[in-house]
């Protein structure tokens, strides 16, 4: 089978899934692909172009289907809540999306229909680009967060009961009465909360 590109990349994310982000290497995927090692670079001048394309991967179909005729904070809301599936959908993949700078064509879609629809709604130009990036460091980093935890031994137990051990019931009352909801991973509702902040202040430019 010739090699393509876009099959690099799938088997890519097969491989990262399998061993995580520090143990992808290209002799890995070479193996993994059952040709020579060397052979990806015909498709990738390096890793870190590979890691890009595998980012921009994870956003492919990320605007399909929005709902033109819904208020900006719905659909701003459903964007975001895609792109946080999108990052859940590969090990580490928040991390891989962090770590490159892939100005690539599924990642561009992603700023422009995001930009865009905070332009519609009122901002200007370089607000809607800071808003968005604000509003998407929030999401990659609860994620990240989301991930780590997952990857902890024992399901997370052991720091779950460093924390509780460590919470003083004189010096930290307030975070000893809100333990159960300190330890991640995190629902859904907890994402929730955060992005109706962050869209919270989005509005409040917008009406300030």
């Not at 460093?162 to 000893?176: F, I, S, V």
Request: charged share 25%.
């Amino acid at each position: 089978m010739r090699l393509t590109r876009e099959h690099v990349v799938t088997i890519a994310l097969d491989v990262l899934d399998e061993v995580g982000l520090e143990q992808l290497t290209m002799r890995r995927l070479a193996e993994a692909l059952d040709v020579r090692n060397g052979a990806t670079y015909w498709h990738f001048r390096s890793k870190q172009a590979l890691l890009e394309a595998m980012a921009d991967a994870l956003l492919a179909g990320l605007t399909d289907d929005m709902p033109p005729d819904r208020p900006w904070h719905e659909r701003a809301t459903q964007l975001a809540h895609r792109l946080r599936r999108a990052l859940l959908s590969r090990r580490d993949g928040a991390r891989l999306f962090s770590g490159s700078f892939f100005p690539l064509p599924h990642a561009l879609t992603y700023g422009e229909t995001m930009v865009g629809l905070l332009v519609t709604a009122g901002l200007d130009h370089r607000a809607a680009t800071w808003a968005t990036d604000t509003l998407t460091y929030y999401v990659v980093a609860h994620v990240t967060e989301e991930q780590l935890a997952v990857a902890l031994p024992d399901g997370g137990k052991d720091a779950r009961n460093r924390l509780d051990a460590a919470l003083d019931p004189t010096e930290h009352p307030h975070l000893l009465a809100a333990r159960d909801d300190l330890a991640a991973p995190h629902p859904t509702a907890h994402f929730d909360y955060g992005l109706s902040l962050v869209l919270a202040g989005i509005r409040g430019e917008l009406t300030g």
